[in-house]
């Protein structure tokens, strides 16, 4: 297993359309497993393959405490969305620091396909709902902060930017 490199927003490549997975083979087995690996390492409770710049329809999550129950769900699809709301304070390991209210359906009835490619459905409330639609809104290309005001969204932008530009100072400096 190998942990991935995690693209930060506003890295482009997080706005690209993911494509649905057609081959449950040995390469994807290795895909997921290195997406958890590099998850639980972040440490996060989602990630979507999009964040670690390959574009196809795979998600792993884990909203348990004790981080052992793994969720991965492949060309997911959303059945039903419940008509009342919750707003969740949102993360995303695209960017770190960054936290902010997202209003959301509150509940949500998913079909996926596990990494042997069985179908199942999955009916999610709280945390676990919301989890699903941030991770399926990554494979369509959208972050998180996209629902914020553009002026929040400049704000992010530009701090993103400014680590990005130091981070990158420090590498040439011990490198
Ligand atoms: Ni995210």
């Not at 969305?81 to 949102?90: A, F, G, R, W």
């Not at 960054?98 to 409330?125: H, L, M, S």
Request: proline share 5%; charged share 30%; aromatic share 6%.
């Amino acid at each position: 297993m190998s942990l991935l490199t995690i693209l930060r927003y506003p890295d482009p490549r997080l706005h690209k359309v993911a494509k649905k997975v057609s081959l449950f083979d040995a390469r994807l087995r290795q895909l997921v497993d290195d997406m958890a690996e590099t998850m639980y390492d972040a440490p996060g409770v989602g990630l979507a393959a999009s964040q670690v710049d390959v574009h196809e329809r795979i998600i792993v999550i884990d909203t348990s405490e004790t981080r052992s129950d793994l969720r991965v769900l492949i060309n997911p699809e959303l059945l039903w969305t419940s008509p009342e709301k919750i707003v969740y304070d949102e993360g995303c390991l695209s960017v770190p620091g960054i936290y902010d209210g997202v209003e959301r359906p509150a509940r949500v009835k998913a079909r996926a396909f596990d990494v042997a490619g069985v179908a199942f459905e999955v009916e999610a409330d709280g945390l676990l709902a919301v989890c699903i639609q941030h991770e399926m809104d990554h494979l369509m290309g959208k972050v998180f902060v996209e629902y914020l005001s553009p002026l929040k969204r400049n704000r992010i932008k530009a701090k993103m930017l400014k680590e990005e530009r130091e981070l990158n100072r420090d590498k040439r400096r011990t490198g």
